[in-house]
């Protein structure tokens, strides 16, 4: 990130308590997938449903929290550096993402 003294002395206590917060609705993610682990072989439309609707507020809170900690953390850092860090995040959670999608199956 090549933060400063000073903005490294800022940046971290909010990123913590911006992990921590994330932390918590990834928590929706890991359930979301074990509900569909749970039901894949039995699942009804109901079930889908449920876990759809699951889903998308899952990634709605993600995109509703990421928009809070910007703003957050322009008031700390010049705003290439907010976006270098959320370039940096996306780009792990699309590792992690990739990694879901390859050992999650398809519906049936």
């Given at each position: 990130m090549e933060l400063t003294d000073s903005?490294?002395?800022?940046?971290?206590?909010?990123y913590r308590e911006f992990r921590t917060k994330m932390a918590a609705v990834t928590d929706r993610q890991v359930a979301v997938i074990k509900?569909?682990?749970a039901t894949y072989n039995s699942m009804t439309d109901d079930q889908a449903d449920k876990l759809m609707s699951n889903?998308?507020?899952f990634?709605?809170?993600?995109?509703?929290?990421?928009?809070d900690y910007v703003k957050k953390f322009k008031k700390i850092l010049p705003t290439r550096?907010?976006?270098r860090y959320f370039q940096?995040?996306?780009?792990?959670?699309?590792?992690i993402d990739y990694d879901l999608a390859r050992a999650i199956p398809l519906l049936q």
């Open positions: 903005e490294s002395t800022r940046f971290w206590p909010l509900e569909y682990a889903y998308m507020d990634q709605k809170d993600k995109l509703n929290l990421e928009k550096k907010v976006a940096l995040e996306h780009k792990l959670d699309a590792v």
